[in-house]
């Protein structure tokens, strides 16, 4: 048996469910309260740290009792070293506002930031020559 589902109590006269502010109701993935994305990022009027998508953050201690529910998260998300993309992803949050989290992070030393590792523009001509000899043999 399945519990039965709560719905949210609104004041106004009871009758039939009024639509959302805002008109038509959210679809999948959007949000909904962009008020709560300045709550979750704070003020944001300082600088950012230069993260990008591809930068991997590992944490590099538990989350301390004053970290906010979205902090704690990143921090046991990251015990294992993770891209900025993906920690937006498992959070549904957006990249701004991840960065802004990160950067809070990073400036109390909570994570570190790695760059990721960058290949090299030319190849290595000893490999080439080696792979240009194994396809003759063939």
């Known amino acids: 048996m399945t519990p039965p589902q709560r719905q949210r109590r609104s004041p106004g006269p ?8 805002g008109g038509a109701p959210a679809k999948e993935g959007e949000v909904r309260n962009p008020e709560r994305l300045f709550v979750i990022g704070g003020e944001g009027g300082g600088e950012r740290a230069d993260i990008d998508l591809v930068t991997l953050i590992v944490a ?9 529910p979205e902090q704690a ?16 992803a498992y959070l549904s949050l957006p990249f701004s506002v ?13 994570v570190q930031a790695r760059a990721p590792i960058v290949r090299q523009k030319v190849a290595d001509r000893n490999l080439l020559e080696a792979v240009m000899h194994g396809l003759q043999k063939l």
Not at 60 to 68: E, G, L, M, N, W
Not at 73 to 88: D, I, K, M, T, Y
């Open 14 to 21: 009871p009758g039939p469910p009024r639509p959302p502010p």
């Open 60 to 68: 590099r201690a538990d989350p301390p009792v004053s970290a906010t």
């Open 73 to 88: 998260a990143l921090l046991r998300l990251c015990a294992a070293p993770l891209s900025v993309a993906e920690l937006s």
């Open 98 to 110: 991840v960065t802004v989290l990160l950067t809070d992070l990073l400036a109390s030393e909570l």
